[in-house]
């Protein structure tokens, strides 16, 4: 079974759970009305946080009842320009102690270049970082893409969510070859 935290996180509210750890099939799907992008991006702030909130989630279950994949995904029109609670080299030591001890995968989708480079200098591998257009054809094939590659990844078809070339369809990509 697939679960999903879903957190919004801007100036006006840093760190706003829409969906807290539950089924994936019990999300609500999100509309203009029910997700709406604002302000300014406390970038390292929600991914400190998820990182601790997820990992309090998963200490509370049975060790038999934890997944064995873990997907952290983010997903961002702009760059870190506002967090208090967390620094670049607290956020890179998480994330490579996540990823290396318990084989989480961070996986980062971005309509900004320069968030791009927030990604990769917090150590989100740049194969698991992916840049699209802003705009519904780019965000679409963003999605599709990441859909395929943890579906892969789920099902034991690839050994990390990482994306390809045919994924790379933004001419700034720097993963793109």
């Known amino acids: 079974m697939a679960t999903l935290t879903l957190v919004q996180f801007d100036s006006q509210d840093p760190y706003e759970v829409i969906h807290r750890f539950g089924p ?21 702030d929600a991914l400190g946080r998820g990182i601790n909130d997820l990992e ?29 609670e967390f620094g670049k080299a607290q956020i890179e030591s998480m994330i490579k102690e996540k990823s290396e001890r318990d084989n989480w995968q ?14 990769t200098d917090v150590g989100i591998h740049i194969d698991s970082v992916l840049l699209f257009a802003r705009n519904s054809e780019g965000s679409n094939a963003a999605w599709r893409s ?19 070339q045919s994924d790379r369809k933004h001419p700034d990509d720097p993963g793109r070859a």
């Open 24 to 44: 994936i099939d019990e999300v609500r799907e999100l509309t203009r009305e029910t997700y709406v992008p604002r302000a300014w991006t406390p970038l390292l």
């Open 56 to 84: 309090h989630s998963l200490s509370e279950l049975e060790e038999g009842a934890r997944p064995s994949k873990v997907v952290f995904a983010v997903v961002t029109d702009g760059q870190e320009n506002s967090s208090r």
């Open 106 to 119: 961070f996986v980062f989708l971005s309509a900004d270049l320069a968030a791009i480079n927030d990604a």
């Open 146 to 164: 990441f859909a395929e590659r943890v579906s892969d990844y789920r099902a034991a078809r690839m050994s990390g969510v990482e994306f390809d």
